[in-house]
């Protein structure tokens, strides 16, 4: 069993699934072949947004400078540009988005450090007396970068804002008048009173893996990232340290670190202490020093507890009409019926959507839906049509790498035809609610894969059934 690793997701139909489409057909002579290999290295890829990243600067910018209020900043040469030095040090290896990233340290004791949207990082005082050693401290650095790089905050924001909105605003949220400001208020206020501190598990994943990344290319041992966690953890009879509050663990998260050493290059001689690390570290645990630093000022926060289980209120589209309507393919490979008050969307030739309004949006040159079906037909990667389906599955899944295989393929009748029916579920990637997509499969007559594939939330899955087994009765495909 090889395992995949993960990235974020998207639920894409459009650029991504259609650029599969080559030769070679079911009942062709060759089949696709992957090569196996070393394990790759963590990569993950920020997930759905709908802010720029120049959005992300500003945003980020107008947060900076409202915590700067709430929290005293120290201005101690000698341990500002430490932090900022080992900070610009780690940054170089960040993924995705080059942001221009700005280190301040918070004279506080708590053990904690944040990051907001668009590269502005701050590590507490607590944080670096906490650490045992440089690479310790580089840990911490390393997992904030990766909130920042992977576009973390905004991602929240971005859920929470179609959550309250629904994907149909989408549209208007592209348009010129897009306006960050009316963004902002629509998810609940502007700076830190927002998505941006507290980040859910999928993040924190992301988080600790690609900042294991980080710290390995950078020259240090990610054991140590996983070494502080550790520590953390076994501050036993205090209080939860604020990292841990605003980072929670993902669930066996020194394990998770220590499994992907082995992808990792990491120095035969990595750094653990410095000079300069010690001589801060005693400088700000110096009598005098450390009471003077605040016991504990953390910028105000209003957002959830738990962002993972943020807004789920949200706008819900129109209930399926009974009553349905004659869709033809143009190029006559299929037919189907589908509600009257849903919209048929043309993703390209032979792949389309039906989804109702308010369920779907484009992004990124790229349609999401919430509730609907895609449909369409692609090349195939294998000869026969339970391996070709059993990979058009695995795409699906490493497109949207929270979903998971919920039951296996069945072979059904589709139609008269041999077909297999996969059920998967996961998080929406824009809405969090989890969500239950049938993926049905089948050989067109010129040996390509015809899928499709229905979407629902779970909380909606049953009231859905009647319209989705209608629609995939009504299918015809050409012979
Ligand atoms: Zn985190």
Same mark, same amino acid.
């Given at each position: 069993m090889s395992k995949r690793v993960r990235k974020v997701l998207s639920f894409v139909l459009g650029a991504a699934m259609v650029a599969q489409v080559a030769c070679g057909g079911?009942?062709?002579?060759?089949?696709?072949t992957s090569k196996g290999g070393a394990r790759p290295a963590p990569h993950f890829e920020p997930g759905f947004n709908i802010f720029t990243p120049e959005q992300d600067v500003e945003l980020g910018r107008r947060s900076a400078e409202q915590v700067a209020r709430q929290v005293p900043l120290m201005n101690d040469a000698q341990t500002v540009n430490y932090v900022r030095a080992l900070g610009a040090k780690l940054a170089a290896h960040a993924p995705g988005q080059k942001f221009a990233y700005q280190f301040n340290v918070v004279g506080t004791r708590d053990?904690?450090?944040?990051?907001? =949207?668009?590269? $502005?990082? $701050?590590?507490?005082?607590?944080?670096?007396?906490?650490?045992?050693?440089?690479?310790? *401290?580089?840990?911490?650095?390393? /997992?904030?970068?990766? /909130?920042?790089? *992977?576009?973390?905050?905004?991602?929240?924001?971005?859920?929470?804002?179609?959550? &309250?909105?629904?994907?149909?605003?989408?549209?208007?949220? $592209?348009?010129?008048?897009?306006?960050?400001? &009316?963004?902002?208020?629509?998810?609940?206020?502007?700076?830190?009173?927002?998505?941006f501190l507290r980040f859910g598990r999928t993040a924190e994943t992301q988080a600790d893996l690609e900042g294991a990344r980080i710290m390995a290319e950078a020259g240090y041992d990610p054991r140590d990232m996983a070494n502080f966690f550790k520590t953390l953890q076994a501050k036993g009879g205090q209080r939860t340290p604020e990292f841990l509050s605003d980072h929670p663990d993902p669930g066996n998260r020194v394990a998770s670190i220590n499994q992907v050493l082995p992808s990792l290059r990491v120095s035969a001689k990595p750094? /653990?202490?410095?000079?300069? $690390?010690?001589?801060?570290?005693?400088?700000?645990?110096?009598?005098?020093?450390?009471?003077?630093?605040?016991? &504990?000022?953390? =910028?105000?926060r209003t957002g959830p507890s738990d962002p993972t289980n943020a807004p789920q209120q949200g706008a819900r589209p129109t209930q399926p009409s009974a009553s349905f309507t004659q869709y033809q393919s143009d190029d006559g490979s299929f037919a189907l019926q589908y509600p009257d008050n849903w919209d048929a969307l043309v993703a390209d030739d032979s792949n389309m959507i039906f989804a109702p309004k308010g369920a779907y949006g484009e992004m990124n040159q790229s349609l999401m839906v919430t509730h609907g079906i895609f449909i369409g037909a692609v090349a195939p990667k294998a000869r026969d049509l339970p391996s070709a389906s059993a990979a058009f599955v695995r795409d699906q899944l490493a497109a949207n790498p929270d979903f998971r295989v919920q039951e296996n393929p069945r072979a059904i009748n589709f139609g008269g035809r041999e077909a297999y029916a996969t059920v998967v579920a996961g998080p929406s990637a824009v809405t969090g609610v989890t969500e239950i997509d049938v993926i049905y499969t089948t050989a067109t007559a010129d040996g390509r894969l015809f899928y499709l594939i229905t979407m629902a939330p779970e909380d909606e899955f049953a009231a859905y059934q009647t319209t989705f087994k209608r629609l995939i009765e009504s299918v015809r495909l050409a012979r």
């Open positions: 079911l009942t062709g002579d060759r089949g696709g053990i904690n450090a944040f990051a907001l =949207p668009g590269g $502005f990082v $701050f590590v507490n005082a607590g944080a670096i007396l906490a650490a045992k050693d440089e690479g310790e *401290l580089a840990g911490v650095i390393a /997992h904030e970068i990766t /909130h920042v790089a *992977l576009r973390h905050g905004t991602n929240q924001a971005s859920k929470a804002y179609i959550a &309250q909105k629904g994907l149909g605003m989408l549209g208007r949220v $592209f348009g010129r008048d897009n306006d960050l400001g &009316q963004l902002i208020g629509a998810v609940g206020g502007t700076g830190a009173n927002m998505l750094v /653990h202490d410095t000079r300069e $690390f010690a001589d801060v570290k005693a400088r700000l645990g110096g009598q005098g020093a450390r009471e003077a630093l605040a016991s &504990q000022a953390e =910028p105000q």
